[in-house]
Antibody
Framework: QVQLQESGPGLVKPSETLSLTCSVS????????WTWFRRPPGKGLEYIGY???????NYSPSLRSRVTISEDTSKNQFSLRLMSVTAADTAVYYC?????????????WGQGTMVTVSS | QSVLTQPPSASGTPGQRVTISCSGS????????VNWYQQLPGTAPKLLIF???QRPSGVPDRFSGSRSGASASLAISGLQSEDEAGYYC????????????FGTGTKVTVL
């Protein structure tokens, strides 16, 4: 059974870069869409982007200029970098998997990690 | 950023049927299958329905989904106390090189 676990700093200063890693266990990272989402306090779920087969990426139009998602197949991990953060980037960040179902549904999720942007 | 519209809340007594709507446009629900997610407080979202009306293994058949045109709906029949949660529809949007969009979310309360 595939499991995902997010890790990274829980506090990031404004204007700095937020970096998170998602570790994949119980299965290979190959051939799925590995995705990042977030949920700001009091708000709904927001798509950040995905990586597929290590090189193909897709990002939310609203975050595209600040986001990079990468994959490390040797470690069975993928990562999120979000530059120039502000308080508006404070959220619970989730990693998830799509590609098992043809509809692009996200069937496996990490537990989420809270990231606060504050000086 | 939510481009899919859901009612903010819905409620029912145990055993009742509750329906949640999800309204989109031709570039998202009108073109792509809809998925539904359940999020209990403090936990990660859980896939409830995929491809408009399919249930993953382990999801009770009390949950059902449908899609018509640019709208979709989720029905919970035989409402139970453990169904009290947030529910989100989601699908891919074909505009702007494609991206995933969620609904605004519906909080279901079991009275």
């Amino acid at each position: 059974q595939v499991q995902l676990q997010e890790s990274g700093p829980g506090l990031v200063k404004p204007s700095e870069t937020l970096s998170l890693t998602c570790s994949v266990s119980g299965g290979s990272i190959s051939s799925y869409y590995w995705t990042w989402f977030r949920r700001p306090p009091g708000k709904g779920l927001e798509y950040i982007g995905y990586i597929y087969n290590s090189v193909s990426t897709n990002y939310s139009p609203s975050l595209r200029s600040r986001v990079t998602i990468s994959e490390d197949t040797s470690k069975n991990q993928f990562s999120l970098r979000l530059m120039s953060v502000t308080a508006a980037d404070t959220a619970v960040y989730y990693c998830a998997r799509a590609g098992y179902y043809s509809s692009g549904a996200f069937d496996v999720w990490g537990q989420g990690t809270m990231v606060t942007v504050s000086s | 950023q939510s481009v899919l519209t859901q009612p903010p809340s819905a409620s029912g007594t145990p055993g009742q049927r509750v329906t949640i709507s999800c309204s989109g446009s031709s570039s998202n629900i009108g073109s792509n299958p809809v998925n539904w997610y359940q999020q209990l407080p403090g936990t990660a979202p859980k896939l409830l329905i995929f491809s408009n009306n399919q249930r993953p293994s382990g999801v009770p058949d009390r949950f059902s989904g449908s899609r018509s045109g640019a709208s979709a709906s989720l029905a919970i029949s035989g409402l139970q106390s453990e169904d009290e949660a947030g529910y989100y529809c989601g699908t891919w949007d074909d505009s702007l090189n494609g991206f995933y969009v969620f609904g605004t979310g519906t909080k279901v309360t079991v009275l």
